[in-house]
């Protein structure tokens, strides 16, 4: 955050007192906390004096939306970073913001809160910069393209994950893609590959109806951009944000050679929901192509993944192995991504069923399925999680445990129904 923040002025406003005092005792060891505990004390204070960033709880307003304060804040002072606090972040994800904003779950904890603050800051000061390295390779291979296909409205944070909402600049199509950081892994660049999908009941993706598959441009803006928000060190570019890879499979490709022969030092993953003609040419014709490949499987029982993933019927889940296999058998790492959903997919018929699938030939990366996105489906716990491995272990499976499905369909997911028999 540099070696100044502990002078910078944060003013944090909110009209539960409890919460604004909590937020003010995690802050001041790290910079001078003012706080106000109603819109009208946040207007008084903003004309008094200068912030370096203002931390707001969205619904101070009353009838003034936040996004409406914050064009008002940063009218007042462009200089000044803004946090927008919120128990539903998902409320920012169709809305165009100032890029120096970011919106924060207000659980998202103690050094992400500071992280985030010391950014708006930095992102109010400097709102797009280019390290000199990336500026030269960039020239280099005349790439200059690719930053100016994508236009970055808002920024929103939750808990250590950051989600990038953008247009694409050729025709204003609306994307999205997250940025993280695995302890295990490092820094991720999870892009999208298409705007829209809507192939799977639970993803947000289904909020937005599919446009059109992204050029290698637009997927590679996503990267250069993304690289200047991470600290410097080796990258991992995901293709598994929005959208189907393999619809886009040859851009993709392309992008993963392009920058390949870069300085960037990327590993690459195609995280996809399976397409068996699309597999084969990647069996075919990519076997050099250097990225893991991750198969979204879910659901071992092929008409209850039909169900909950629409978009993949008429793919057959013994087709799909067998060419996962022979893939595998070229040197390519596959993984197999498992997402355990309590009372639908978590029963021991179903990990049987996968356990016969995998036969130990890959490992297993077991996530959980955040609460409250399936119409009558129970939240998924940790200890549903620990039994689904638990079983796939001593069935002598690889296990992974990975993080949650964090772009999960705020909208259509909550209203999908459960699958029945």
Known sequence: MGVNMRKRKVLVVDDHRVVAEAIQAILESFFRVFVEYSFEGMCNALLGERFD????????????????????????DPWM?????????????????????????????EDSLVREIGDAIARARKPYSLRREHFEILYKHN???????????????????????AVLTGDDIPLSWSLYTSPEEGDMICISSTSGCGRCLFCDSGARPFKRPLTKEEMGGQVILSMEMLPKGPKIVSFGSEGEPLLSLENCCELIENLSRMEFGFKFSI?????????????????????????SCHFARQEI?????????????ERIIRLLR????????????YMVIRGVNDGKDDINKLIDLVDGKFPVRVVPHQKGRLKDVQPTTSEDVDAVISMLEASGIVCLKGEAITNTNVGRGKNAPKWSA
């Open 53 to 76: 960033c203002l931390v707001l709880d969205v619904n101070i307003g009353g009838d003034w939306p936040g996004t409406k304060i914050v064009k008002w804040v940063r009218g007042l």
């Open 81 to 109: 970073g803004v946090i927008l606090m919120t128990a539903d972040p998902s409320l920012f994800y169709q809305t165009e913001q100032d890029p120096s904003v970011i919106c924060v779950d207000k659980d998202i904890g």
């Open 143 to 165: 790439l200059f393209s690719w930053i100016n296909a994508v236009r970055i409205v808002g920024l929103s944070a939750d808990h250590g994950t950051r989600r990038i909402e």
């Open 271 to 295: 995280i996809t929901t399976g397409d068996e003609d699309q597999l084969a040419v990647i069996r075919d014709r990519k076997s050099s192509l250097p990225f893991t490949l991750s198969w």
């Open 305 to 317: 993944r039909d169900f909950y993933m629409p978009g993949t019927s008429g793919q057959s889940i």
């Open 326 to 337: 022979q893939i595998e058998g070229q040197g390519r790492p596959v993984i197999i991504r």
